[in-house]
């Protein structure tokens, strides 16, 4: 084809300069520990959002803003599976 290169439509870029110096904190955000700390926070974070927020929800509703009970089930389960959806 015309005007294509070994490298397909695009060149390589020849002037990306690399990072004289290592990213910050590299050795300990790379360690072990500090992923697993990561990992479980995360963890952490989800299980309590699903398992606290979400099991309470139908009674904030009721309680807090009155919603009707025939409203509330749905509204419930649409952020249920708006909550299980994105995950």
Known sequence: MA???QYGYCE???NISTPSRAPWKIEFRSSKGF?????A????????IYGMVIPI???VLR???SIPEDE???LTASQTQSY???H
């Open 3 to 5: 005007g294509r290169s």
């Open 35 to 39: 992923v697993t700390w990561v990992v």
């Open 57 to 59: 929800l139908p009674e």
């Open 84 to 86: 299980t959806t994105h």
């Open 41 to 48: 926070i995360a963890v952490f974070t989800d299980v309590f």
């Open 72 to 74: 509330r089930t749905p």
């Open 12 to 14: 390589p870029q020849e």
């Open 63 to 65: 309680t807090r803003i």
